[in-house]
Structures are given as C-alpha cells and as structure tokens.
C-alpha cells in the first residue's frame, strides 16, 4: 500500500478515534475506548472495501454493516460522520433525548437495519442478511464487526456452525480483539488463534491480523472478498482506547467518556477534517422480484376435527404460492409444526435452522430485513431460548412471524418440557408485537394469512390435537377482533377463552345452560391487541368475568382481560395453569390443571 | 474385554432395548429408538465405570449422571429397573398420570437432580455440577448423555467453552450420534470427525468410537477417567432403533412408539431378567462442609442515596462471610452488578461466566444440585437470554437466585437494547417463583439476604440509579409482604409501585396531598408472591387502584395487583412502560415513559 494511503488510512482512524472521544465527552458516557481499538479496522472498511451509497440507503446492492459489538456506536456515527451522512453538530448530539445517536444502533438511523446492543446477536442476524444475499443472488457482502467477549455467547457458535455449514462467503466477521471486556481480561485475551481454532472448526477461513496496521486489514479484507465457498472471520488483535495513554490497554477504562478529552484529543493529534468517499455499488443492481399469484387458502368443513398446526402448514402453503416474500425457518421440528408442508412446495424458501432457537429467529430478523416476509416456527416452549432475540427484534421493528406450537398442558405426555405454559405473556411484552391463538383450522388459516400484512413482532400459538372446526371456512378474523360465541340477554358471566380452551367454554356453557344458568362465551383469538370493546361489554352486561387459557396464570389471556376493563371494575376469575404438570393424556391434564368444561363450570357456579 | 463380559453387556443392552420398546408400547408414545441407539453406550457405563448408590442418592461421592438427550427416558428407566432401583410394573406406569416415570426425567425420580428435555441443557448443567465437584475436592464424575441433533444448540458450545477452559476433568460428555434428528439427518450425520474437531477448539479431550461395539465403549470410558486437565467428549457413531430391522437407522421413526412391539422384541431376542451391579462409590467420602458465622449485614442511614445494586452486592458479602455455601456467578458485568463486592472477599466462590447467560444460569441449577446456595447475576434484560434455562430451573424445582441490574427506562442513556423491561413478567410465570423489587437500599440487602432461604427460582431486581434511603437500618420485609407508606382515612386512592416508582409515587402523593386529595401508597417489593390482603384491603377502602412499574404493561407488577383484586373488582389504572425509549436521561425517561410524579398525580386526577 503506497504511503500516501497508509497517511491518509491513519489520519482518518485518528479523526474516528477523536470525534469518538468527542461525542462520548459530550454525553458524558459511551464507550470510546471500545471505539478507539476498532477505528482502524473500520477506517479501511470504509476507504477500500465497503460499497454502500449513504444517499440511497435501499440500493439493493448496498453492503451490509452490522456493529455486533453496538456500544462502539461512537465509532459508527463517527464513520457516519467522515462519510458526510452526518454533521458535526449532530454526532455530538449522540445519547441525548430526541437524537437518532442512541446509546446503542437502532433503526431510527436509516443506515442501521437492525438494533444491536445485546452482544452476540449481530453475527447471527447477519447470516440471515447472507441467507438473503444467496436467495436474491445480489453480490453484497456483509461484514459484521463483533467484540471479543462477545464471543463467549452461544449465539456466536449457532451462527458459526450454520454460517459455516452452508458456505455464506458473503458473510465477513471483524472480530476485535481488544483483550479487555467490561469488567476485566476476556477469556483468550489477544490469543487470537483461539478464536481461530474455534471459528476454524466450524468451517470458516480464518485471518489473524494486526488490527492497527492498514496493510495487514487491507489485505485481510481482500482475502476475505476473494474467498469463496466459505465464511470469513478476521481476528485482528488491538488495543482498547488505542491512542490515548490514559486509557490504552488499560482495565477499569470501559464504558466511560474519558476524564480529560481534550488532552486525549490533543494526544490524537487534535481534530480533523478527513473525510472518506464510499464506492457506491456497482450500479444495474435490480430488487430481486418476489412472485404474487392469486392467494388460494385451504378451508375445513365445520364439525371436522383438525389440529390448528395442521391448519397453519397448510395455509403457510398456499401463502408460499401467492406470496414470492413468503420464507419458511424451521427449528428442526417442522414435521411437528407442520411447516413441512411449506417446505415440500418450496424446497427453496425453506431454511432448516436445526435445534438453534436463537439463530432460528435471528435469521428471520436478518431475512426480513431484506424484504423477506419469514414465518419462524418451533415448539412454543422451545422458544423461551430465543427470547433476548425476541425482545431486540422488538426494539429493531423488524417484522417477523413466530409460531409456536404444542402450546399448554394440551399435548399430553411429553410433560412439561415440552409445554408452552409461558409463550404467550413472553410475547405480550414484547414492544409492538400482536399475539394470536386460533381455536379451529379455520380460524388458524384466516390468522397465518393475516400475519403476513403484519408489521413488528406476530405470534401465532397453535396447539398439537385435533379440534373440531367451529367457524365456516372464509369467516374473517381481524386482528384486534374476537367472537362471541354465546350470548343471552340473561347471561350472569361470561367466559373469555382462546384456543383449546374455547371448547371446554363452549361445553361448560351449554353444561350450565342445562342448569338454568345462562353465561357468555368470547373467543379471544386476538390476544394483543385485544378486543377492549368486546371485553368492556361483556364486562358491563354481565359484570362476571371468567378467563381460561392452557398458559400460567401470569401475563397471558387473563391478565389481558384484567387489563382491557381494569378502569371498569368488573368482577374477574382467572383460570389458568398454576401447578406443575407431570404427564398425563391431554383430557387428563386439562383436568388437572383446572382448566377443563367442569373446572370452568364449577367457577361460574362458585362465583354466582 | 473377556468373551463374558462382552456376552453379558450385549444382554444387557438388548434387555435395555426390550425395556424401552416395551415402555414405548404400553404408553403408546415416547422415544424408543433414541433409547435404542445408546443402550450399549449406557450398558457398559452402568456395569462398569458409573459409581453410583441407589440406595442412598445424596452420598456426596456418587457420580451425577444427566440425561441431556431427556427424550431417551425409556433407556433410563430400563436402566433403573436393571439396577433394581424400579420395578417392572413401575417401568410399565411410563407416561401415566401420576407416574414418576415423565414422559421427560424429572426430579420427581430421587436419582434425577435435573429435569431434562428442553435439548441443549443437560451439558451446561452438567458443567455446573463439576464445578461444585472442584469446588467440593470429591472425586465422582459427571456423565452427560447428549444426544447429536442438540450439539447445534448454542449452550452446548457455552459449556464447552466453559469446562475446556476450566479444565472441568470430572466431565465427560457421551454423544450418541444416531445421525438422526426428529425430523431426518443431522447437519454432520455419521461425521464424528466434524464433532471432534469442535470440541478439540474449545479444548476437550475428544475420542471417536463405534457405540455399538462394547469393547470400545469401556476402553473410551476407561481412557476419559484417565484424562486429566481436560474434559472428555466420547463421540459415539451408533444407529438409531439399533436391533429393530422396522426403525432402525430410517427416518421417520423419532418419537413413535414402534407399531409392533411384540415383533421387536423377538427380534431383540425376548425378554431378560438381567441385573445389573452398579458399584458404590468408595466409601470415606465425607460431605464438604459449608463453614457458618454470624450474620452482620451492611446497613444505610436514612436519607442517604444508595443504589440498590450496590446494597446487593454488600449484602451479598456479608452472605458469603455468614453462609460457607454461598457461591456467586457473573456475566462479566460483576462491577456494574455489584456482585464484585462478593469476589473481592471469597474469590474462590465466585465464578465468572463470561457473557454466556445460559451457561450463568445453568452452571447456578448445577451447582444448587449439589447444595450450594448460587446467586448468579446479571442485567435484567440479559435475563430474558437464559429464558429456557429459568423455566427448567422452575420444572428442576431448582433454588437458585438471580439478580437482574439496570432494570427499566432508569437507566437513562444507554437505550432500549439494555433496559431490562420484560424481567418482570419473565419470572412471574416461572413455575414456583419468588419475584422481589426492592426501592432502597436496606430494603434490597433484608430482601437479598431473605433469598437466601428461599426455595425455587427467586429473582431480586435492582436499579442502576442511587435512590434516597427511606426505611430505617434493620427493619423487616417478609418475602409476601408490602409497605403501606402513605395512608389516611380520607385517600381516594392507592398509588402501588415497587423500585424507583415507589419515590415517584411518594412525590406525587406528596404534590396530590398539597391539592386536597389524599392518596396512599403501597410498596409492593413482593411481586411474587403478592401481598394480596393488604391490596384488598386498599382496594376496598380507596376502590380506585394506580399501579405504576417501569416494566411494560404486560405481565408485571400491574398485573400483579390485577389478579389479586381481581374478583373483588375495583378499579385498576396502570402506569407502565408503552412505547419504546431512545436515549435520555434518567429523569427524561421516566417522564416520557409517563411513570414519573407528574404522570402518577395527573393519573390519579383523571381517574377521580
């Protein structure tokens, strides 16, 4: 690299590290030092090998850029800053209310695509990105820049081995290795050949460099754009705080603006005004085009019995016909979810994700952020493991489709492993996200197809046995709706349920009726957002509520009836699973778990 | 290997086989051909290297042997029956309601310590189980069987990382790489190689065999008792429904029970009556005794401005001086957690983790196995992480305490990606939780200290911010209890808040009071359980409840108060985290989040 490049590569790692110091002194917090030791890393990123156009940030040939490690944002805004997306004033205005310059990268930045902030999810969302590279066969690359004790996270290992195992050259992982975590040494410290021992094993060409030399990172990026056939993880050992003596390769220096910047500033060499020219893309680039042909969902005859993951296969089926966006991942149970059936019609769109729940979602979360429109399916229970994923794709409004099934005591044997008992209040909370539990094949159908118009978070509970169909095939469910299912001017409660916990309503209903007792049957199929109006009648014509749902008794169906009329007052007994189930046939532990016709009949009666 | 011993272990295994095929049979449903590829794996471990009392489970010398593969439980059990630990007729409740043969191993068995059957937790546990051996100076060993298919999940590679690089010798993994995952091939298939080199980078011990073949399953356990410094990996390439034409190695045939059992079992040669003698652990092994001293917990003048977090980590100290068997655990944020106070005094009970929050919390389940006392702590947000690993905590009826940091919008600056928002909700729906949410300081140390007695999962949540000292040193807070801190005879209505809402609620009551309009207040410190008369009692004065929580809407201390004044029904309005925060300060957060003092006064206003 001749010299005049080396200068110009130093100076403008220098105004990085400066302006990272600046925007952190600004805020009064931040993590400089973690931005100083990856500025040089990222200076030649962006000089030599990024092609991105800041100007049209949807150019489907544009590179990708994740900052795993997202405290480093200094970093990124300053990169924004040399690259003239954004002015001074602006970095400067970095963690103070109102700013796009959040603690950490979000989508509010129309150059960030996905939040960071929760190590180790970065990689594993950026091999969803690469997935989508290979489905749209676009020549963009994506580079990920992690941390080092990042590394320690499982995540890491999914996205590794899956990475790896399918061969995603176009994925490029910076790690820097600064040896220095938060509260003190990383676990490898600059042993950089134990990273690439590791990453070595999962199938990816390895690099291991000298993270402030320009030379070694520029030739490292271009073996990592030369290499075919495999990912590329390159393993640059470098100093934290790098440039200020205060803070160099010093513990006890994470995470905090430096006491005296402008001495540091005046270390660095003092401010500058470098800026860096992006290639833009190679242009010709076209948005890959997703087919649409006419939607054709299946429909069930009423009084068939039919499970609602059955239902839910089948329209993710015909949704796959109609819609070209329409991607299917599977957490290796797809035979239980029933995505199978998506995958035999589109072997292409399918991605077997295998027993990696974190990657699973991470990889729709990168998918969707191309355009895709991914339905992620495993066992409810099973998707616990990916809740940190969940809750930052909240924060990331990526709009992903979750599907759980085997919800609730309902499957039965297997025990309670294998029960999704807390699925629906983990989905609740999630920000902007919509939860929906089908009770007939029909219903499962009408929901499926309308999560696919859905933006942020969707989550579609199915359960594993057949239910009768209660709904003529074409009835329609808007999200926010419910349906009442029994009602009498005399009615002295009214029992809200969803799912399989609609039909023991509806027979203890008529159970009840049989005794002169006349109560109402919602069927909240919607349980975020939920039928608030729908509630506060039911509330106000009968006074009685009683909700019961095959989920713990904390923040699911009960609490979001609680919620909807809690300003009203009215009376609410919740039904709900409180024990710990052993195994049992699922009639067995509907009745165990007091949920069943005859619980819910005695509550009506107890109540009265 | 004499010619006998390799007659009696193939008798063994196929009894092992009949066993299982038989349990499958009379349940109609379970795992036999999972139970089937590793029956010789388990044949030679139990006849020859397990050291193990049925007679007397809690002898601290006996080898710990976890299922992680929990779906083979049929193997198990016929394991159990050959050791004369369970009858045939018991072998044959498998999967019956009130059975403790679960369809999945649960503790409910005195020789299971951990529940299993969520894939990919049984070696993570396993590793905290070694590292109270270490810790204990015992000699048993921990054998973990793992299925293939889970090798993909992200915690088996946390704890691979953490033992190789502990050097957790007394751990010794056997996978039985049957090729076949629930839904066809594995990604490696018959590929141990692919495996070895794997473990080989995180540094175990690694050795390739044919898991049929009994000579080289004893010489392989021999060799990993042998091994020192380093855990061991026995990769066992073995066929899935070994012995049985009709399923074996073919897919399609997980999780069934076979279709003619009576044909399968012929074909295994018929029924056994084979014992087999497991050996004791050698006799001498005394418990590790736990040294005790008097209590003296940190205390706080009032008025002063302690962070909880802070309070929780001296007390955490002073638990350690108390309590010899208090251990605490780390994900590398122990100086913002303040659980460093604790490693500064007893750094040989403090295990740091990493950033490996599975591992955090599964290494907690193993060590409690054992009988230490583990708080292992992190951020509140990085909880939700661990998800799977605390809903089977609460199956594994697990006493393990965690600690989450930096909840909610009060964090300020750092934005949404680490505002632990979703804990609350989390943990409410653990199966047999404790959820406490102290506001000051001597609150937090009587509540951590309370934990410490606690059976189950329990959960204190902490705040990054100082807040003033409003109860005096030394006072109590029973786990169930509240505070009433605010009330007369003529309040209107009951503010209930918990944390740093409390001294928001304080102000607004303060500020409403001002105005004519006497309000109370409630501390509700005690999520979990809740404090459900002194709620009625409120509810029935005041009818008009202001719940306020810097936690979502969903699932959190709202709902809390919700369902315990639910059938009285008395108005509800809550005050909770909607939106989504950016970056601002503390005081901005909460004001935009609308749980600040003027947020609480005008709810209260509009509400009367």
Redesign the interface.
């Known amino acids: 690299m001749p010299e005049r490049d080396l200068h110009y590569l130093a100076e403008l790692a220098a105004q990085l590290r400066v302006d990272s110091v600046r925007a952190a002194a600004e805020?009064g917090?931040?993590h400089p030092t973690s931005s100083m030791s990856a500025a040089d890393l990222m200076a030649v990123l962006f000089a030599c090998h990024l092609r991105y156009d800041f100007d049209d940030p949807d150019n489907p040939a544009n590179d990708q850029l994740i900052f795993s490690k997202?405290h480093a944002s200094p970093l990124l805004y300053s990169l924004y800053k040399a690259a003239g997306a954004i002015d001074d004033a602006e970095l400067l205005s970095f963690?103070?209310?109102?700013?796009r310059?959040?603690?950490?990268p979000?989508p509010?930045l129309p150059w960030v695509d996905v939040?960071?902030?929760?190590?180790?999810q970065g990689l594993p969302v950026g091999v969803g990105v690469a997935m989508a590279g290979r489905l749209e066969r676009l020549p963009y690359r994506v580079w990920v820049l992690c941390g080092d004790?990042?590394l320690?996270?499982?995540?890491?290992?999914?996205a590794a081995?899956h990475a790896g195992?399918e061969g995603l050259a176009n994925l490029i992982a910076i790690v820097d290795v600064n040896r220095l975590?938060?509260?003190g040494p990383?676990?490898h410290g600059w042993d950089t050949g134990a990273y690439a021992?590791?990453f070595?094993?999962?199938g990816w060409h390895t690099i291991e460099i000298d993270g402030h030399d320009p030379g070694q990172i520029d030739y490292a990026l271009q073996d990592a754009c030369n290499t075919r056939r495999r990912p590329t993880v390159i393993l640059a050992k470098t100093r934290k705080g790098e440039g200020v003596l205060e803070v160099e390769n010093r513990e006890g220096a994470h995470g905090k603006a430096l006491k005296d910047p402008d001495k540091a500033i005046d270390e660095l060499g003092g401010q500058r005004r470098v800026r860096v020219e992006v290639h833009k893309p190679d242009q010709g680039a076209v948005p890959f085009r997703f087919a649409e042909k006419p939607m054709s969902l299946p429909s069930y005859e009423l009084g068939e019995k039919v499970a609602t993951r059955t239902a839910f296969g089948a329209a993710l089926a015909a949704l796959g016909t109609a819609c070209g966006d329409v991607v299917a991942l599977?957490g290796?149970?797809?035979?239980?979810t029933k995505a199978?059936a998506f995958e035999k019609e589109f072997p292409e769109r399918f991605f077997e994700m295998?027993?990696?729940?974190?990657?699973l979602v991470a990889a729709a979360v990168g998918l969707q952020a191309r355009g895709w429109r991914p339905y992620a399916a495993t066992f409810a229970?099973?998707l616990?493991?990916a809740?940190?994923f969940i809750?930052?794709a909240?924060?990331s409004?990526a709009s992903i489709r979750l599907v759980g099934s085997h919800a609730g005591v309902a499957i039965g044997?297997?025990?309670?492993?294998?029960m999704g008992?807390?699925d629906l209040?983990?989905l609740?909370?999630?920000?902007?996200s919509t939860v929906l539990y089908p009770c007939d094949a029909n219903q499962a159908v009408a929901l499926t197809a309308a999560m696919a118009d859905l933006e942020g978070v969707s989550y579609l509970r199915t359960t594993r046995g057949d239910t009768p169909v209660i709904y003529a095939p074409g009835e329609r469910f808007p999200v926010g709706g419910s349906r009442v299912l029994r009602q009498s001017p005399g009615d002295r409660a009214t029992i809200v349920a969803a799912g399989v916990t609609v039909h023991e309503a509806l027979a203890a209903a008529d159970e009840l009726a049989a005794s002169d007792i006349p109560v109402g049957v919602i069927d909240l199929y919607s349980i975020?957002p939920v039928d608030t109006a729908a509630l506060i009648e039911a509330a106000t014509t009968t006074?009685n509520l009683i909700t019961v749902e095959d989920h713990?008794?904390?923040?699911g169906l009960?609490?979001?009836v609680?919620?909807a009329v809690?300003?009203?007052?009215?009376?609410?007994?919740?039904l709900a699973v409180t024990g710990?189930p052993?195994?049992?046939?699922p009639e067995?532990q509907l009745a165990?778990a007091g949920i069943d016709r005859r619980a819910i009949a005695n509550a009506v009666k107890r109540?009265l």
Chains 1, 2 share one sequence.
């Open positions: 805020a917090s931040g997202g963690r103070q209310r109102g700013s310059l959040e603690g950490h979000t509010r939040a960071t902030g929760s190590l180790g004790s990042e320690a996270e499982g995540s890491i290992w999914e081995e195992c975590g938060q509260r990383t676990r021992r590791r070595g094993a999962f599977d290796e149970v797809a035979d239980s199978a295998y027993i990696a729940e974190q990657q229970a099973f616990t493991r809740h940190d809750r930052m909240g924060v409004r044997e297997d025990g309670p492993s294998q008992l807390e209040a983990m609740r909370t999630t920000y902007g975020k006074g713990r008794l904390e923040g009960g609490d979001a609680s919620d809690g300003e009203l007052g009215p009376r609410v007994v919740k710990l052993g195994s049992a046939t067995e165990d109540l």
